[in-house]
């Protein structure tokens, strides 16, 4: 594999018909955002730098960068999730100042935000009527009839009729409640769509939902602003492209000028250096097995069976809806399966999260936010939570040492902050999935459990999550890897297990003439 390899989630490509690109200069059409000079400080730190920005009527505007470039940033205060600190936004050729992003939608500019929006404890009809209860009721009594029609409406205005609003949101998975946002945007028909880093975590669906509103957006003379770290996906999906690099526009792309290496380039302002994926075709591990799971029932698995062998790294693929998640929170004792068992090489058996951390077991989730971190606690006890037994003498943690061993894992993973006590919430995606490995690495972890290890990361992240994974191979860690995007499983695994409808339907071996053709066959 190369360094010009690129992962795109379960390889799909947008198939809605797309019109001609209009490349007329920006100045004969209409723009409908205006940035000037916007700045944004988060204390000593400098998110946003004077930044400039148009967006056009009848486009699709990419902004690409590396985690903590400010994409994020940019668009939530366009999104009137938080104010600039200086700066002027002009909307429509006014001046625009939403007070919070309820009233930003109202007005015009609906985002699906880049991590979980929707509220777990009330029903997924609440969630979309979310801002706008006082059409749906009297008296702080709610008419839920009323607020489930309309909330059926939104949901069909997106193509899907195949979830009951009436529902807690609880029920739903992650992919399920990212549609629920969609719906909710949507539904306002807002002028401009804010897409942030949402196809990472949608299913194949939910991906093709996104990319026909995007175009049918576009087609109506309205705008949308597109944040992904896939390359090709943004290349084929955008009308044109900015890059910000360390808070700042470094340049604007119309489509003619779209070419991979120009943007990589850009984007990290050096070239990529090493390899991106393995540059090697072994494939050999010992024989030795440090994890078996034997006849796995329940949570949407059918009898799965599979061995780990120490120094391996083993890929799961499949589907979004396959069984591929839910096994990865049984193996580490998340959930319980209701048949079979797992067991580490001494015979324990993984019943509960407390034995698979005793047992040198550590799980990257896919959830990262809800499942894998504390959002409101500073990076230095996030890293420490799993490391507790490594650094506590006579039940006691010592100021001193809990500091040097934050300190070693935010050096080792470079994680970009103003120190160890800054909050994971202000963190960029990259930076929190930094945080979640540095926190199993620093426990001294011997089999990781990775679930979309690389999920919304920009790709020189990746490029060093890749070498990690290779390296801690090299040292004799074990790694499970689930992923929906097939490149990564191709370029990093040793071998290779598919699952379809909650069973493993094929094996695969490292082979270099391995192909995704092969795989999917096996998939759908």
Request: glycine share 10%; with cysteine; aromatic share 6%.
């Amino acid at each position: 594999m190369h360094s010009d390899q690129r992962c795109a989630p379960e390889d799909v490509a947008p198939t809605a018909e797309r019109e001609e690109y209009d490349a007329s200069p920006v100045a004969a059409r209409d723009v409908i955002v205006e940035i000037h000079d916007m700045v944004k400080k988060f204390g000593v730190v400098t998110a946003l730098d004077k930044v400039n920005i148009q967006v056009l009527r009848g486009e699709i505007l990419g902004l690409i960068g590396e985690n903590g470039s400010g994409k994020s940033t940019l668009t939530s205060i366009i999104a009137g999730i938080q104010p600039p600190t200086s700066g002027q936004m002009l909307f429509a050729g006014q001046p625009w100042k939403p007070s919070s992003m309820t009233d930003a939608l109202n007005k015009g500019v609906g985002m699906i935000v880049q991590e979980n929006g929707v509220i777990a404890g009330i029903s997924i009809a609440e969630n979309i009527a979310l801002g706008d209860y006082d059409k749906y009721g009297k008296f702080g009594f709610l008419n839920k009839a009323k607020l489930v029609e309309m909330a059926t409406a939104a949901l069909h205005s997106i193509g899907v009729d195949d979830i009951d609003p009436s529902l807690p949101a609880f029920t739903l998975n992650l992919q399920d409640r990212k549609i629920i946002e969609i719906a909710k945007v949507w539904a306002k028909q807002p002028e401009l769509f804010v897409v942030d880093e949402t196809t990472t975590a949608v299913s194949q669906r939910g991906r093709q939902i996104l990319y026909t509103l995007m175009e049918q957006q576009r087609a109506a003379g309205k705008s949308v602003i597109f944040i992904s770290h896939d390359i090709d996906e943004v290349m084929s999906v955008c009308t044109r492209l900015t890059v910000l690099r360390d808070g700042s526009v470094v340049r604007s792309l119309d489509k003619a000028d779209f070419s991979l290496d120009t943007i990589k380039q850009l984007m990290i302002g050096r070239e990529l250096k090493g390899d991106y994926y393995r540059s090697d075709f072994d494939g050999s591990s010992s024989d030795e097995v440090v994890l078996s799971a034997r006849d796995l029932v329940g949570h949407s698995l059918d009898g799965v069976s599979l061995e780990l062998h120490k120094g391996e790294i083993l890929g799961i693929g499949g589907m979004s809806h396959c069984g591929m998640h839910p096994l990865g929170k049984v193996l580490f004792g998340f959930l319980a399966p209701t048949g079979g068992e797992v067991v580490t090489a001494d015979g324990t058996r993984i019943n509960s999260v407390t034995t698979a951390m005793r047992n040198a077991i550590g799980y990257v989730s896919k959830d990262r936010d809800t499942e894998a971190l504390l959002l409101r606690a500073p990076i230095r006890d996030n890293i420490v939570s799993a490391g507790i037994d490594k650094i506590a003498k006579f039940g006691l943690i010592w100021p001193g040492v809990e500091r040097t061993y934050a300190k070693k894992q935010v050096e080792d993973f470079q994680i970009k902050c103003t120190s160890d006590e800054q909050l994971v919430n202000q963190l960029s995606g990259g930076n929190k999935q930094k945080v979640v490995f540095g926190k199993w690495v620093g426990a001294e972890s011997r089999i990781m459990i990775l679930d979309c290890p690389t999920r919304g990361i920009d790709i020189g992240v990746k490029q060093a999550m890749y070498q990690l994974m290779y390296r801690l191979k090299q040292e004799g860690v074990s790694i499970i890897m689930i992923s929906e995007e097939l490149t990564e499983l191709i370029g990093m695994s040793d071998r290779l297990l598919i699952m379809k409808d909650g069973k493993i339907a094929k094996e695969f071996r490292r082979s270099e003439s391995l192909t995704e053709a092969q795989i999917i066959d096996y998939m759908v």
